[in-house]
Nanobody, 126 residues
Framework: QVQLVESGGGSVQAGGSLRLSCKVTGDTRSSRCMAWFRQAPGNEREEVAFLDSDGTTTYDDSVKGRFTISKDNTENTLYLEMNSLKPEDTAMYYC????????????????????WGQGILVTVLS
């Protein structure tokens, strides 16, 4: 497993931007697949952005075109660039990681996340 620590949250006016960071320490083989989740009060946790081990990214429709997930492998840090923020983006944001598995010489991500950060609050003011 790896240890994940988020930073960069806070309060911002609607239309503004924030960049979340997730520092990865430990066995980095356990973080070949990574994602950002969020959970608003009274809502279930939802995956908003995913970074596959081959670099492919996927996004929830609610953030597509506004959020960008990326990773700096030299710094072992995952990022979530959030632009054009809306009040409905207000939530606790969590980064998550999984090692995936190798099948028929290909690496697969399973969306079965084993490591989680402690979460960081993002508040978007209207």
């Amino acid at each position: 497993q790896v240890q994940l620590v988020e930073s960069g949250g806070g309060s911002v006016q609607a239309g503004g931007s924030l960049r979340l960071s997730c520092k990865v320490t430990g066995d980095t083989r356990s973080s070949r697949c990574m994602a950002w989740f969020r959970q608003a009060p009274g809502n279930e946790r939802e995956e908003v952005a995913f970074l596959d081990s081959d670099g492919t990214t996927t996004y929830d429709d609610s953030v597509k075109g506004r959020f960008t997930i990326s990773k700096d492998n030299t710094e072992n840090t995952l990022y979530l660039e959030m632009n054009s923020l809306k009040p409905e983006d207000t939530a606790m944001y969590y980064c998550a990681a999984e090692p995936g598995m190798v099948m028929y010489s290909a690496h697969l991500c399973l969306h079965a996340f084993e490591s989680w950060g402690q979460g960081i609050l993002v508040t978007v003011l209207s």
